[in-house]
């Protein structure tokens, strides 16, 4: 048990076998650092978090949520508010059926003669969907009445229709899915009792 003798002068150690206590050197670099490397901190950031864009219409399907043509409604509503609020309708000429876009882009122009103005957040409540012998889906709506327009007697800006207005959108199916096709009548519809979740 030599290996684990000790010698007076070994301060305790380990004894190497052989029994030498004496102190080696090598000529192997070591592989620690002879210093940490500094601590690197990530500089202090001062921009505040953006804000979530608020939406511009609410869309609710109500009990027709499953249905299809109301979730293509859902789906490409936005686009159509966003190019009645700009008074824009070139992102409707690029997206929906030509239909479609010949019934509203007359309402956009009629906007920019007559001075109207929709001020969003718009809500629209889905209150029915039939399907038609055109093989379409007649989604009948109530729009919040966001129209509005300054009359200089008063010095304000006058709601068109409080209660809101309704609006039926027939939907077809396409290769891309279901899109508005063209507007329909809205008579029948009684928007009265709606509640607009804005």
Do not use: H
Request: net charge positive.
């Amino acid at each position: 048990m030599s290996a684990c003798s000790k010698d007076t002068g070994d301060g305790g150690r380990p004894v190497p076998v052989g029994g030498d206590s004496g102190t080696t050197t090598s000529s192997t670099p070591s592989t620690a650092p002879s210093s940490a490397p500094p601590a690197t901190t990530a500089p202090a950031t001062t921009a505040k978090p953006t804000a979530p864009t608020a939406k511009q219409v609410i869309i609710q399907p109500g009990n027709f949520a499953s249905n299809p043509a109301v979730q293509g409604l859902v789906t490409s509503y936005p686009l159509y508010f966003q190019a009645l609020v700009s008074k824009d309708d070139t992102i409707l000429k690029k997206r929906f059926p030509s239909f479609f876009y010949e019934d509203v882009s007359e309402e956009i122009v009629d906007a920019k003669r007559n001075g109207w103005v929709m001020k969003p957040p718009g809500s629209v409540v889905v209150v029915g969907a039939k399907a038609t012998p055109d093989d379409t889906v007649a989604v009948q709506t109530c729009r919040s009445q966001t129209t509005q327009y300054w009359d200089p007697k008063t010095r304000n800006w006058t709601v068109v229709a409080p209660k809101g207005t309704p609006e039926v959108i027939e939907m077809i199916q396409t290769g891309v899915g279901w899109l508005p096709y063209r507007m329909a009548t809205s008579k029948g519809v009684n928007c009265s009792s709606v509640r607009y979740p804005a």
